[in-house]
């Protein structure tokens, strides 16, 4: 990630605004197809209907439970500053975000726990490697190395490739005209949790494939205005989803 030396910085309350406009905004389709659904069950005696409507909820109380749980890895995960995740959760949430989709996924990975922030980098990834294929297609994710020093790799091949547009500006917290909207929050909390886990992100395309690499980033003591290294330690998996059902 390079980019201008001065960078946008946003307002906590502002940040947790626009991560929750963001998840609403996942989130508030499947839930609204579950109301109509049930309006449809109080209503209409049709047995045809009533199969229809039973089927709805169905599908989107589960589209709307892969998302939560989605979000609350890539967004939250609870714990402290330096729990880790199991990279084998990562890849489940990810697999129940895309299982009705049209994209397809296909996921290397070692079995291990990883630092939180760079597993929460590689989800946020995941969905930014999603808008890369507008029209569908495959996302390869690959992991390799360590929790200390990890190297992502994501494919996203698919018609009409593209890089997102300006995404790499807010990865690099140097949006365009120095705003952020919900809209843009995710490639721009994705720039945070890279920074805060020591990672860099580029960017590549070639033909109909979009390449995502996040490596860990080079640094040389003493360098002014060195990112500092990350603090995050080893500490017992958060990921499992709690009793409750409060966004961690």
């Excluded at 402290?80 to 299982?99: H, N, P, Q, T």
């Excluded at 995050?232 to 990921?239: F, T």
Aim: glycine share 8%; hydrophobic share 40%; with cysteine.
């Amino acid at each position: 990630m390079s980019g201008p030396s001065t960078s946008l910085t946003l307002d906590s309350l502002d940040l947790s605004a626009l991560l929750c406009s963001r998840v609403c905004h996942d989130v508030i389709s499947p839930i609204g197809a579950i109301v109509n659904g049930l309006e449809v069950l109080e209503d209409d005696n049709d047995p045809s209907m009533r199969d229809f409507a039973l089927d709805l909820i169905r599908k989107s109380a589960k589209t709307a439970s892969a998302r939560i749980q989605f979000a609350r890895i890539a967004f939250g995960a609870a714990g402290s500053a330096g729990a880790s995740i199991d990279l084998a959760d990562a890849e489940k949430v990810s697999r129940a975000m895309f299982a009705d989709e049209k994209t397809q996924l296909s996921w290397s990975a070692p079995q291990a726990l990883f630092p939180k922030n760079k597993v929460k980098l590689l989800l946020n990834l995941v969905v930014i490697a999603s808008t890369a294929i507008p029209r569908g297609g495959h996302i390869d994710v690959k992991v390799a190395g360590d929790g200390d020093a990890p190297t992502f790799t994501l494919r996203s091949k698919g018609s009409h490739a593209r890089i997102p547009n300006h995404v790499e500006a807010l990865i690099a917290g140097t949006p365009e005209g120095g705003t952020v909207d919900a809209h843009g929050i995710l490639p721009f909390y994705a720039g945070l949790v890279a920074r805060a886990a020591a990672m860099d992100v580029r960017f590549v395309i070639e033909g109909d494939e979009v390449t995502i690499t996040a490596k860990p980033t080079e640094t040389k003591v003493g360098l002014p205005g060195a990112p500092a290294p990350s603090v995050e330690d080893e500490r017992p998996s958060d990921s499992a989803p709690p009793s409750d059902t409060q966004l961690a």
